[in-house]
């Protein structure tokens, strides 16, 4: 399941495992990956999906330094120890969720 971001970033920060998905609505890439994400949200369930509109939330954009979207940024404990842009398959995502898990 993906979550959409609702500004409390305290709820972020209390998985274990989190992945933020920087995105728009208006992104075509964005929205190209959208079918995808929600596989691998089902599939890995031990860790926390949000999607995070550019446009409500300047603040978080600051504070992990967004330039461009789709942004995946991946969180253990609330740090951030990946991230991920140029998005195009399942399998590169897949492949940072479990380095994730792993660490």
Same mark, same amino acid.
Request: charged share 35%; proline share 5%.
């Given at each position: 399941?993906?979550?959409?971001?609702?500004?409390?970033?305290?709820?972020?920060?209390?998985?274990?495992?989190?992945?933020?998905?920087?995105?728009?609505?208006?992104?075509?890439?964005?929205?190209?990956? =959208?079918?995808?994400?929600?596989? $691998?949200?089902?599939?890995? /369930?031990? %860790? *926390?999906?949000?999607?995070?509109?550019?446009? +409500?939330?300047?603040?978080?954009?600051?504070?992990?330094?967004?330039?461009?979207?789709?942004?995946?940024?991946?969180?253990?404990?609330?740090? =951030?120890?990946?991230?991920?842009? $140029?998005?195009?398959?399942? /399998?590169? %995502? *897949?492949?940072?969720?479990?380095?994730?898990? +792993?660490?």
């Amino acid at each position: 399941m993906i979550r959409e971001f609702d500004g409390d970033f305290e709820k972020v920060e209390r998985a274990k495992y989190a992945l933020l998905w920087f995105s728009s609505p208006g992104c075509p890439p964005c929205r190209m990956i =959208e079918p995808f994400m929600h596989e $691998l949200s089902e599939e890995y /369930e031990n %860790v *926390e999906f949000w999607e995070v509109d550019i446009n +409500k939330h300047l603040a978080l954009i600051q504070k992990f330094d967004i330039l461009n979207v789709p942004t995946l940024v991946y969180l253990k404990e609330g740090r =951030e120890v990946d991230r991920q842009n $140029l998005i195009r398959r399942k /399998e590169e %995502v *897949e492949e940072r969720i479990k380095q994730l898990l +792993k660490g």
